[in-house]
């Protein structure tokens, strides 16, 4: 039987107690679930949701029944985070269909391993067992943080683009309408052109959703929704109520993108304005810092000359 130092037996002791608290913890939370659910307990498109799920996420395919009960846990928590959450998912248009408190708990379940890792890695170099405890639960929290940091980047990112692209995707079709197009082939045309992009995602959905026997309105009105935005939230707005209204389309089209540049315009000015602003303390530090690199020389050369 090979020999091993004292300080490796410590190691293969942490792993072998980090590995039995996560294996207990997790036995719990399948005692809560009484074991998994059976398909034919949920709807059917809550079942496809699942397989793409399983599909997509190896971890959930492994640990269902226990990421549900954590998943549970997450949403009586904190509702709050995740209403933010699901509201980030949906713009960042995940390809894995997640609810916020199920991508938390994945989340969080990677966190332990992560925090496992961390703390063998923070004892084998720093050799104190309490530096690697909190190294690992450090890095377990950072990675659960990271991971929901990095979805709200995600998602604003996304929202930017979007509304980078917008003001041309409504000029395009304000044109072709006013050229007899209808509104469903204007939309079209935009999708084919930005093919990629976050203009031709969500507009596309808005065809499909149509082509599913829901009304333009709903559509529109399913698109402010996931997006919440303020200028998305105004030009469903004026289109749903200019059709009401019976007022052309191609005219509301081109009025709103019209608006949407002027606001681009106005946050542009006033973006520049704050750097002006934001640039003063900065440049006073380079500008101090070319004086005493012209002015440095000169008192050297002085404190140098006093000396006898």
């Known amino acids: 039987m090979p020999e091993f130092s004292e300080h490796t037996w410590i190691i293969i002791q942490s792993v072998v107690w980090g590995l039995a608290g996560a294996a207990l913890g997790w036995a719990f939370l399948e005692l809560l679930g009484g074991g998994k659910a059976t398909w034919a307990d949920r709807g059917r498109f809550e079942v496809t949701r699942r397989a793409k799920l399983q599909q997509g996420n190896p971890l959930f395919q492994s640990f269902e029944s ?24 949906a713009v960042s248009a995940e390809k894995v269909p997640w609810k916020a408190p199920e991508f938390l708990a994945v989340k969080q379940v990677e966190g332990v391993f992560v925090a496992i890792l961390m703390g063998v890695v923070g004892y084998f170099v720093f050799e104190d067992p309490f530096i690697g405890a909190a190294c690992g639960i450090g890095g377990g929290y950072l990675y659960v943080e990271m991971a929901v940091k990095s979805l709200e980047k995600k998602a604003k990112l996304r929202l930017l683009r979007f509304k980078q692209r917008l003001p041309f995707a409504i000029d395009l079709m304000a044109l072709m309408m006013e050229a007899g197009a209808s509104f469903q082939d ?31 309105h709903d559509a529109l009105v399913t698109l402010q929704t996931r ?30 993108a019209e608006q949407m540049r002027l606001k681009r315009t106005q946050w542009a000015e006033k973006a520049s304005s704050e750097a002006q602003v934001n640039i003063v303390f ?27």
């Open 66 to 89: 226990g990421i549900a009960q954590l998943a549970a846990w997450n949403e009586r928590r904190n509702p709050a985070l995740m209403d933010k959450m699901n509201r980030h998912l």
């Open 186 to 216: 204007a939309m079209g045309t935009v999708v084919r052109e930005s093919q990629g992009h976050p203009i031709a995602e969500e507009l596309g959905q808005i065809q499909r959703d149509i082509s599913l026997g829901r009304t333009r």
């Open 227 to 256: 997006l919440n935005d303020d200028d998305v939230t105004e030009i469903v707005f004026a289109v749903n109520k200019g059709e009401e209204l019976g007022t052309p389309l191609g005219k509301i089209l081109s009025n709103q």
């Open 282 to 308: 900065p440049g006073m530090i380079i500008m101090v810092a070319c004086l005493m690199i012209v002015v440095a020389p000169f008192i050297i050369n002085a404190i140098y000359a006093e000396q006898p």
